[in-house]
């Protein structure tokens, strides 16, 4: 009973994932760069969460993490990556493709946690901050042209809830003993999300 109160949140919220994937306009702010503390903070609150590819990468790293029994360093280095995603795009530093690449992160993460064989820690991090810097470069889009101080807490906000997000399901799913099938089935739930993500960037909807 124990394991599928684990697995029950993410597979339910996978259905309302994959119908958001296409549509998600990934931005909080109406599309406009947020103007002060409190609209960058809120706006790095609510983007991973409206973006259905990134919402299911996070759900992604913290039942791996916790299943796995990984150390809880990962989602951390995640984070980091992340954030310097966000510095390179705000920089102007080019990463061609970088929507596509997040995506195909996604399915790849599904398509590994699918399979269900054992996976090194060191792969899984390398994984984790491929996906995270691309993941963060799109994140810095909505930001472009933004004041110092709602940048910051833009980053702020999204260091905070992909943390919670990510070190919470790890630390919940490393509680219980989880059968064979539960990360399977997430795996696969999170895989085709990632997929209707990229062929929404392959093939936008005019």
């Known amino acids: 009973m124990g394991s599928w109160s684990l ?3 993410v597979l339910l919220a996978a259905p309302c994932l994959l119908a958001a994937a296409p549509a998600s306009a ?3 702010m109406s599309g406009t760069a947020p103007s002060t503390v409190i609209e960058g903070f809120l706006s790095g609150l609510g983007h991973p969460v409206i973006g259905a590819d990134h919402l299911a990468l996070l759900l992604a790293v ?6 796995a029994r990984l150390r809880i360093v990962l989602p951390a280095l995640f984070v980091i990556a992340m954030t310097g995603g966000v510095a390179m795009h705000v920089r102007g530093i080019d990463l061609p493709v ?4 997040a995506a195909t992160s996604v399915v790849l993460i599904g398509a590994l946690m ?12 390398t994984l984790f901050t491929v996906a995270g810097v691309f993941h963060g470069y799109a994140f810095g889009e909505s930001i472009l042209g933004a ?12 260091i905070v809830v992909q943390s919670m997000l990510t070190v919470g399901i790890a630390l919940t799913a490393c509680q219980f003993s989880v059968p064979e099938l539960l990360p399977r089935l997430a795996g696969a739930a999170i895989g085709a999300v990632g997929f209707a ?8 909807i005019q």
Request: glycine share 16%.
């Open 62 to 67: 913290g039942v791996i993490v916790g299943v």
């Open 26 to 28: 990934h931005h909080v």
């Open 7 to 9: 697995g029950r949140p």
């Open 197 to 204: 993500a990229l062929i929404g960037q392959l093939l936008p």
């Open 98 to 101: 970088s929507e596509v690449i």
């Open 147 to 158: 004041e110092p101080s709602p940048l910051g807490a833009y980053v702020a906000g999204l």
């Open 114 to 125: 699918v399979r269900g064989r054992v996976v090194s820690g060191y792969a899984w991090a």
